[in-house]
C-alpha cells in the first residue's frame, strides 16, 4: 500500500497500530492501494467494538495489530488477542471474517468491485488489472 494511505492509517488509528517494529507490521501494510477502504473500515470497527466493550485506548488490553497483508486473495488483519474479553474477540474475529469476505469481491489493485480468480488462484482481480497481467 502506498505511503499516503499508509500514514492515513497509522495517522487514524495510532493505538491499534503501536509497537510496529516489534511484529510484522515494521513491513507495513503488505496489500494493495485497492484495498484501503477494507482495511480503514475494519480498524475503525475493531476499535468502536473496543471502545464499547468499556476498553480504553490507554488501557493495555486495547486490541493491536500484527499484520496485515493479502494471502491468496484475501485480507489477513492479525490482532493480537484480547486477554479477558473473550466477548471482545468475539466480535473482532467477526469483524475481520466479514471484511475477508469482501476482500474477496474487491480487486486489490484498484478497489472497484467486479472481481474475477486469476489464473493461478493467487490473485482476485478485476477485469482490466487481470488482463494487464
Ligand atoms: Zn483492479
Redesign the pocket.
Known amino acids: 500500500m502506498n505511503e499516503v494511505l499508509s500514514k492515513k492509517l497509522l495517522d487514524d488509528f495510532p493505538v491499534l497500530f503501536r509497537h510496529r517494529s516489534e511484529s510484522s507490521m515494521q513491513r507495513g501494510f503488505e496489500c494493495g492501494d485497492?484495498w484501503f477502504d477494507l482495511v480503514y473500515q475494519l480498524s475503525r470497527d475493531i476499535e468502536v467494538a473496543a471502545r464499547e466493550s468499556g476498553n480504553k485506548p490507554d488501557d493495555p488490553s486495547w486490541p493491536m495489530c500484527r499484520q496485515v497483508k493479502e494471502k491468496f486473495g484475501s485480507l489477513r488483519f492479525v490482532v493480537f488477542a484480547v486477554e479477558g474479553r473473550p466477548e471482545l474477540s468475539e466480535r473482532i474475529s467477526e469483524l475481520k471474517l466479514h471484511a475477508l469476505n469482501r476482500s474477496l469481491q474487491v480487486?486489490?489493485?484498484?478497489?472497484?468491485d467486479v472481481?474475477v480468480v486469476s489464473e493461478g488462484g493467487t490473485a482476485i482481480?478485476?477485469?482490466?488489472?487481470?488482463l494487464k497481467r
Open positions: 485497492g480487486c486489490p489493485e484498484c478497489g472497484q472481481a482481480l478485476c477485469q482490466a488489472h487481470e
